[in-house]
């Protein structure tokens, strides 16, 4: 499987628009968590296997070849860490966190109203 990119056919899309390898990309397995564990300090290939529920190293290795070859991730002496690119993507998801926690508060609210 080819890594998407942006002006190339991609799952589910042949216009090639940035948007749409974004979301091919995230929508790998593990291709999100990944990027998630990884807003804090450098991990080590076993560290990241680990945050990871101990996924598969073959998918692993997978993932950080495609993330790396985006330039969202990169390798630091320490291990692996988010470049400025994929730390700005990170910024770029944290209103969805918000987002979720609230829908999460709305969710619960639904389920007492039933109770």
């Not at 899309?13 to 929508?27: E, F, K, N, V, Y």
């Not at 564990?37 to 998918?59: I, K, Q």
Request: proline fraction near 7%.
């Amino acid at each position: 499987m080819t890594t998407p990119k942006p002006r190339q056919p991609v799952r589910g899309s042949q216009s090639g628009r940035p948007i749409m390898a974004l979301l091919d990309l995230l929508g790998r397995r593990w291709a999100l968590r990944m990027i998630w564990e990884l807003r804090g300090d450098p991990l080590s290939f076993r560290e990241l296997r680990e945050r990871c529920d101990a996924m598969s190293p073959t998918v692993l290795n997978q993932r950080l070849r495609e993330l790396r070859e985006t330039h969202i991730i990169e390798m630091a002496a320490t291990g692996y860490s988010l470049s400025p690119s994929g730390q700005n993507l990170v910024q770029a998801m944290l209103p969805l966190l918000a987002w979720s926690e609230e829908w999460q508060q709305m969710l619960d609210v639904h389920v007492e109203e039933k109770e």
